[in-house]
């Protein structure tokens, strides 16, 4: 997925930052411009002394400097520069509006003066009458082009409205005039961030970084065009370069509190759990300095809270947005927003969404919320509601990318697919197949999808030669009832040939299955499926069905151990029966790369054995040792693989215990994020793995293709 006002699958996102600092330059700005407005007046300063009035203007004190001007014009009513001066105190202590209608009404006593036609620009400016003050400091410019205040603040004007291309022409008219000025050159630089900030709405990144690298160019350590260049490579989807630039603004001191929310927010998004953490926690113990406003205070926990989530420590993450809102009250909106996106991380979605609701019907429209209702109803497998939510929020922020992206995976869900693989295999009894299959998949909404699943399998047998080949179409759908309860059902009408092209026999197969997630870390399920014996010709010829009765259960712990089990009665044609019990004890040992290391157990009977045609002993069971790694579930990544590798024994009855290995390797190119091809690699000599008990290679490929175009 950040962290002022807008968030990103309930992560914060830095966005420009404009500090105290920049205010600071304001009001020093306005108190020279305004003092040099005042001397500019044609007047006789001995005549009536004025300077400690001056000097209170310049140093901030307003509402001293105003009373001092009152004083004046009480002895001196018509003195034109204390009559200046002292509409200024009054607007720069407060009283905007009071100070605009001053300069209105001297405007009335001194037509066509330019001085005071030049402060009453700025009272515009005061007031917000941006485009007021526009056309004035329009009009005098006209009467004098190379003025520097007319050309400084209609660059100012300009900037207010958005014009900024019109103020970065004005206000380098303005420095032109007088480079060694330092309120036009802080104007500029404000002027190119909002610039730099068009085009990374537009999603011009290039343009975007341009116009900061000029800021950059006269100051290396400028604090907000560091920052906004971090934000940009954070929209453009590169967190390893805006987590170079955190912590530069860490290391070089420019930016110590931004720059560790910064570096645990890309450490996030880089998947470092820990340094994640970390960061977040140096954060905490800067804020804790007075100087830090409360508003800081309060987004710096926030972000220790979001690490606390990121690590799946939710407990302590809901521990302290408790003590939290103690200190901040309980109706804090971000706090709320906190707890809900906890709840929809921890899965607990329907709880997120009270809070999320909530929000949303208390508050004017937030992207931050709407998307966290997006994220929570994907959780809800609510997929056309999350893009209704995305969609709202892109109203609110434009071009956003991380709500494009998620819009686009989200989309994805219910878009057409299709699959296609064509694979090779053949075992140490001369026994070879070669399989090729299509599944297109359409539906409308994600909850529904409608499938349809060609595959034709040649199998062939060089001495003595011996072929067969079996075509079966399945036609079938996938129904997600809600959140907790899926189906899939199927009919597989197959049609088998011997290698005459005579007819051995047609079926009609079933498959239906359903799945529940009893808890958020546990689920269940129940198969039952036919199927022909079909591993080579001899086997299809005999015409076998196979009638599987699958239960399997599935846990996944906290503490990254997983166990699935699973139980399967076979029945078959020729009367025998087939049981057999798996279980894969796991652990997650790392999350990028994923890895995961474990042992398999299985044990397997039959009521019969047909030695000569299928592996069937009475006992058989087998024990391995497996470590997989892959990157399949990470869509970003370009190049995807996916490699298992197992070693372990295996005996019978009849048999003394043997060596067992496989391997199962995949490697290919991401095109798209649910769009790839990939080539693949089978080896097993492990007797559960086919139906006569001998070792086995295979070579495939395979492509996955979604449809659809993307929006923006």
Excluded at 4 to 28: A, D, F, H, M, Y
Excluded at 340 to 351: A, L, P, S, Y
Aim: with cysteine; hydrophobic share 35%.
């Amino acid at each position: 997925m950040r962290h002022t006002s807008i968030e990103i699958l309930g992560v914060p996102l830095i966005q420009i930052i404009i500090s105290s600092k920049r205010n600071k330059v304001k009001g020093r700005r306005k108190i020279v411009l305004g003092l040099f407005l005042c001397l500019l007046c044609n007047i006789i300063v001995a005549q009536v002394d004025m300077q400690e009035g001056f000097t209170m203007l310049e140093s901030g004190e307003f509402e001293a400097a105003k009373n001092f001007f009152e004083d004046i014009l009480k002895t001196n009513p018509t003195n034109k520069t204390a009559k200046i001066c002292h509409a200024r105190g009054l607007g720069l202590s407060g009283s905007k509006a009071a100070a605009l209608a001053e300069f209105q009404h001297m405007q009335t006593h001194y037509p066509g003066d330019f001085e005071i036609l030049l402060n009453l620009a700025e009272a515009y400016m005061w007031n917000k009458r941006y485009t007021e003050a526009s056309q004035l400091y329009s009009e005098l410019l006209e009467l004098k082009p190379d003025h520097f205040v007319a050309n400084l603040g209609y660059a100012n004007a300009n900037a207010a409205l958005k014009n900024n291309q019109t103020a970065l022409q004005y206000i380098d008219k303005s420095i032109a005039v007088d480079p060694a000025n330092e309120s036009a050159q802080v104007s500029k630089k404000y002027i190119l961030l909002a610039i730099s900030s068009e085009y990374r709405n537009k999603l011009s990144y290039d343009t975007s970084m341009m116009h900061l690298d000029t800021i950059l160019a006269k100051n290396p350590d400028d604090r907000e065009a560091l920052l906004n260049k971090a934000v940009n490579y954070l929209w453009m989807d590169k967190p390893h370069k805006a987590n170079k630039i955190y912590q530069e603004l860490t290391d070089r001191d420019i930016e110590p509190l931004e720059g560790n929310i910064g570096l645990s927010y890309t450490n996030v998004l880089l998947q470092q759990k820990k340094q994640a953490k970390d960061y977040a926690e140096i954060a905490m113990l800067i804020a804790e300095d007075d100087k830090v406003s409360k508003k800081d205070k309060l987004r710096v926990a926030v972000n220790m809270v979001n690490a606390l989530g990121f690590d799946r420590k939710y407990k302590a993450a809901h521990a302290l947005i408790d003590t939290l809102m103690i200190q901040y009250g309980m109706e804090s909106k971000e706090l709320i927003l906190a707890r809900g996106r906890m709840n929809v991380w921890d899965n607990e979605t329907q709880k997120g969404l009270i809070y999320y609701h909530f929000l949303d019907s208390t508050y004017a429209p937030s992207f931050e919320v709407k998307m966290g209702l997006a994220e929570a109803m994907r959780g809800e497998k609510k997929y056309k509601q999350a893009v209704n939510y995305i969609d709202q929020a892109l109203k609110i922020v434009p071009n956003q990318p991380d709500a494009l992206r998620l819009r686009e995976l989200i989309k994805d869900e219910y878009r057409p697919k299709l699959t296609l693989d064509y694979m090779y295999a053949q075992d140490i009894g001369d026994n070879f197949a070669y399989v090729g299959q299509a599944k297109i998949e359409v539906g409308n909404n994600g909850r529904f999808r409608s499938f349809l699943h060609y595959t034709n399998r040649k199998l062939t047998q060089i001495i003595p030669e011996n072929n067969a080949t079996q075509h079966s179409i399945a036609i079938g759908t996938k129904f997600q009832a809600n959140k907790k309860l899926s189906f899939i059902a199927q009919m597989i009408p197959t049609q088998s040939r011997d290698m005459d092209g005579s007819l051995i026999r047609k079926d009609i197969l079933l498959d239906v299955s359903v799945q529940y997630d009893i808890t958020k870390i546990q689920t269940a399920g129940y198969n039952f499926s036919q199927e022909a014996h079909n591993y080579n010709a001899d086997l299809l010829r005999s015409g076998i069905i196979m009638s599987h009765h699958k239960f399997f259960y599935h846990i996944r712990t906290p503490f990254k151990i997983g166990l699935y089990t699973q139980f399967i009665a076979t029945t078959q044609t020729d009367n025998n029966k087939r049981n057999l019990l798996y279980a894969s004890l796991y652990y997650n040992l790392a999350e990028i790369p994923y890895i995961k290391v474990g042992v398999n157990y299985n044990v397997m009977t039959h009521k019969d054995q047909y030695p000569s045609l299928y592996f069937s002993p009475d006992y058989f069971n087998g024990t391995e040792g497996f470590v997989n790694i892959n990157n399949v579930e990470r869509r970003k990544d370009k190049i995807i693989y996916d490699l298992t590798i197992a070693l372990g024994t295996q005996e019978t009855r009849e048999t003394n215990s043997e060596f067992t290995r496989r391997v199962d390797a995949k490697l290919g190119y991401r095109f798209k994020q649910n769009s790839y091809v990939l080539a693949y690699y089978r080896h097993s000599n492990a007797s559960q793995t086919t139906v006569t008990g001998f070792s086995y290679s295979a070579i495939g490929v395979q492509g996955v293709f979604t449809f659809g175009k993307k929006e923006n």
